[in-house]
Nanobody, 122 residues
Framework: VQLQASGGGLVQAGGSLRLSCAAS????????MAWFRQAPEKEREFVAA????????RYADSVKGRFTISRDNTNNMVYLQMNSLNPEDTALYYC????????????????WGQGTLVTVSS
């Protein structure tokens, strides 16, 4: 099982980025897929998740209304559209997947990507 995250980069405050995560090794359509992030000297935190099946979404309060998570089960992809970025969004962003019950708890996720760096300049 592999997750490959991409799409990070340097963007000015107020700008947008779209992160992608490609999953391979099994069919993930039934699994929750999520994004977490870790800023320098901070703990990893939940950003957004989307369930399999009905595609129910959940967001951290800090990104609600600015970020949108989506998935393409046909191609085993998950995306994170990030708008109105601010410097506090600067972090290494990880995609994760698994069969979880507590959707915002990182220890619930079995598989992780390598992370993609997002840097937002002021």
């Amino acid at each position: 099982v592999q997750l490959q995250a991409s799409g990070g980069g340097l963007v000015q405050a107020g700008g947008s980025l779209r992160l992608s995560c490609a999953a391979s090794g099994r069919t993930f359509s039934a699994y929750v897929m999520a994004w977490f992030r870790q800023a320098p000297e901070k703990e990893r935190e939940f950003v957004a998740a989307i369930t399999g099946g009905f595609g129910i979404t959940r967001y951290a309060d800090s990104v609600k209304g600015r970020f949108t998570i989506s998935r393409d089960n046909t191609n085993n992809m998950v995306y994170l559209q990030m708008n109105s970025l601010n410097p506090e969004d600067t972090a290494l962003y990880y995609c994760a997947t698994g069969t979880v019950t507590r959707i915002s708890v990182d220890s619930e996720y079995a598989w992780w990507g390598q992370g993609t760096l997002v840097t937002v300049s002021s």
